[in-house]
């Protein structure tokens, strides 16, 4: 009897989150994710209880990587925060735009990240209101350069912080 390989567990994640990354998570089905990496669905639920635990992992690769980014980046202004956010959409725009922009569960584990970074730079403005607006730019820039639009000049974003930190 021939014996068939078995399809590893790092296998499965990696063709999933390739398939988030070329067909985005309206995609993300185990037929989907099975037939990309040339398997039948009997491994991915061998190896995850359900598509919800396998796409945690993928979640938090993310996160680790993205936290990771800002920690080597090691911002110690809200414009130096805001420019590293924008270096990781450059340095990896798919996953940027599936991740950031397209999920509403890794929007939200991500904004996460990022606030607590922000409140080590800015106690004082770690409030809800001002946090949140502070994304908002952060996001859209980000989303700006990776589609290669223009974006705020450096005099014109020296003029958004010290507007925004006044009050």
């Not at 998570?25 to 491994?43: D, E, G, V, W």
């Not at 924008?86 to 950031?100: Q, V």
């Not at 949140?132 to 639009?149: E, P, S, T």
Request: charged letters at 25%; proline letters at 2%; hydrophobic letters at 40%.
């Amino acid at each position: 009897m021939v014996r068939t390989q078995r399809v590893q567990r790092s296998h499965i994640i990696d063709g999933a989150y390739q398939l988030i990354i070329n067909e985005g998570f309206k995609k993300f089905h185990a037929r989907n994710i099975a037939q990309h990496i040339a398997c039948s669905t009997q491994p991915i639920y061998r190896e995850f209880a359900n598509l919800a635990e396998l796409k945690s992992v993928l979640t938090n690769r993310i996160l680790v990587k993205y936290t990771d980014f800002l920690e080597d980046q090691e911002p110690k202004s809200l414009q130096a925060m805001s420019t590293a956010i924008t270096n990781y959409a450059t340095d990896y725009p798919d996953e940027f735009h599936r991740f950031f922009l397209q999920d509403s569960d890794t929007i939200q584990l991500v904004k996460q990240v990022t606030r607590e970074v922000f409140a080590t730079i800015h106690p004082e403005k770690s409030d809800c209101f001002f946090f949140d607006f502070f994304w908002q730019y952060c996001i859209g820039k980000a989303a700006l350069a990776i589609n290669n639009a223009n974006h705020t000049e450096d005099l014109e974003e020296d003029r958004f912080f010290e507007f925004s930190l006044e009050s």
